[in-house]
């Protein structure tokens, strides 16, 4: 039951990247997705996260707000994290999880079924 984490990738400061997130349906239905990120040395932090609904009920943290958006395709059981406007400090291995219900959440132990990651640098 885990979920696939793609995208990441070199971007420069500035730059855009996307990374998506695949899962199993009996996994992805019904449920909030995240995205976490773990940059080296730092403690594994929220990024964003959207509920089973979609785009009507997202969360941010304050450090990507306005610069990234986090949206769902249900029928591809498939969830994105546009970034745009990188910074060098967004570098770091992006996770995604899936949650326990439909809620959107920033708390890590909201999340059941994770991802491997995706390595996202950003150079200055």
């Known amino acids: 039951v885990q979920l696939q984490a793609s995208g990441g990738g070199l971007a420069q400061a500035g730059g855009s990247l996307r990374l998506s997130c695949a899962a199993p349906?009996?996994?992805?239905?019904?449920?909030?997705v995240g995205w976490f990120r773990r940059a080296p040395g730092e403690e594994r932090e929220f990024v964003a996260a959207?509920?089973?609904?979609?785009?009507?009920?997202?969360l941010y943290a304050d450090s990507v707000k306005g610069r990234f958006t986090i949206s769902r395709d249900n029928a591809k059981n498939t969830v994105y994290l546009q970034m745009n406007s990188l910074l060098h400090e967004d570098t770091a291995v992006y996770y995604c999880?899936?949650?326990?219900?439909?809620?959107?959440?920033?708390?890590?132990?909201?999340?059941?079924?994770w991802g491997q990651g995706t390595q996202v640098t950003v150079s200055s």
């Open positions: 999880a899936a949650g326990r219900g439909p809620i959107a959440s920033s708390s890590s132990s909201y999340y059941s079924y």
């Open positions: 959207i509920s089973w609904r979609g785009s009507d009920s997202t």
């Open positions: 349906r009996r996994t992805f239905s019904n449920n909030a």
